[in-house]
């Protein structure tokens, strides 16, 4: 049974009125100006509620983050942090190829399930708190970071400090089909080789030459040769470049790549394999930067998340669902839920649902939009 003490958190109508607004705007990473607009709609909104605001001002080309508090709470209380991000993938002009609409009950648009939907309802959850006069037992901070997408270089520090203000974390992240959310992650690392040759021109004296393109080809074969899917561990070169002008022997080329790992040990294991890379190329030098971004986490190794799993989970079936989630990490992606989990509990994945993110199709089920809002809002109203 529901207990009829615990808020509703409105129309469905509501919810999307006020998202298809966020939407609109578009934020790309890459676009500090553009997702500063998106900042400034939500630190209005949250604002007209009474919430204390802080704004973070952007560096190294990003955005600036904005802290929401609530009104209520006492000083050094430990609360709840509600943690999204305002940025997505999508370049200005992506809302003409997939423009605001409903359609068989889905709402479409560029970033509306990654994750203007989870952001938005956090904001909905402090809206019906305040509308209701009521208040929570820990104090709430919302807080919207501006380059998650790009593996949160400036959110980091913010969202580590945050999180030791907090006991618990609730990540807004999409959720994931079949009524799941996130327990464990797979950790990420980011890497990029650089290859150096030895230019020539490529009909004169080609003979001299060592090309770097072609030690690059050769090397990413080789690195996506360790993906191993029976140990969980995938490698991928997303972004591969290199060489001058078509009548020149390559002497630069570089990739970028994304290893994804379900433990510490098989993150250093696999760090030592890519910093062991040779060349193959006689000539030509290598060198490899970077590591682990997102460290990995189970909920078998932290009772608190286990808990707060469990109390979720008994929420949700007073909801009438049943409350599942992803207990080795596969398929649950990386999140910047990750940089708070030496901190406090962590639950990841507690957006609407959707599918299509990052792709000119993104889409938001509608049905998920009452379904996960209460459950964020109970579980605020019921976290102590």
């Not at 290859?195 to 009909?203: L, S």
Request: proline share 5%; aromatic share 4%; charged share 20%.
């Amino acid at each position: 049974m529901t207990d009829d003490s615990l808020l509703d958190i409105g129309s469905t109508d509501r919810f999307l009125a006020g998202l298809n607004d966020w939407v609109a705007i578009e934020s790309p990473t890459s676009d500090p100006a553009a997702v500063n607009r998106m900042v400034d709609r939500v630190q209005a909104d949250t604002a007209a509620l009474g919430a204390r605001c802080e704004r973070l001002p952007g560096r190294d080309g990003r955005g600036d983050h904005l802290i929401v508090r609530s009104p209520w709470g006492e000083a050094g209380q430990k609360g709840v942090l509600c943690l999204s991000h305002l940025d997505t993938v999508h370049p200005i002009g992506m809302l003409e190829r997939n423009p605001i609409r409903t359609e068989g009950g889905r709402a479409f648009g560029p970033g509306i399930n990654d994750m203007k939907a989870g952001g938005h309802a956090a904001f909905a959850s402090l809206r019906a708190l305040v509308e209701a006069g009521r208040t929570t037992p820990l104090p709430l901070t919302l807080l919207y970071v501006s380059d998650e997408e790009t593996g949160s270089t400036t959110a980091r520090a913010v969202i580590e400090a945050e999180a030791r203000k907090n006991k618990y974390a609730l990540v807004l992240e999409p959720g994931r089909g079949g009524g799941r959310v996130v327990t464990s992650r797979k950790g990420v690392a980011m890497y990029r080789l650089v290859v150096h040759g030895r230019p020539a021109h490529a009909g004169g004296a080609h003979a001299e030459g060592r090309s770097a393109l072609r030690e690059l080809a050769q090397q990413i074969v080789a690195i996506e040769a360790m993906t191993d899917y029976a140990r969980g561990v995938t490698l991928n070169v997303g972004r591969a470049e290199g060489g001058s002008a078509g009548n020149v022997v390559p002497e630069h080329a570089w990739c970028s790549i994304d290893l994804r790992v379900p433990s510490q040990e098989t993150a250093d294991e696999f760090d030592a394999r890519l910093s062991a890379l040779a060349p193959v190329t006689p000539d030509v030098t290598l060198a490899v930067t970077g590591g682990l971004n997102r460290a990995p986490y189970r909920k078998a190794d932290r009772p608190d998340i286990a808990a707060l799993f469990e109390q979720a989970r008994q929420l949700a079936a007073g909801l009438g669902w049943a409350l599942e989630d992803l207990p080795s990490g596969e398929k649950s992606g990386g999140s910047d839920g990750q940089f708070c989990v030496p901190y406090c509990a962590v639950l990841d994945g507690l957006g609407p649902y959707g599918g299509g993110s990052h792709t000119a199709e993104e889409w938001l089920d509608l049905e998920t939009i009452p379904v996960r809002g209460n459950l964020l809002l109970h579980l605020l109203q019921s976290l102590a």
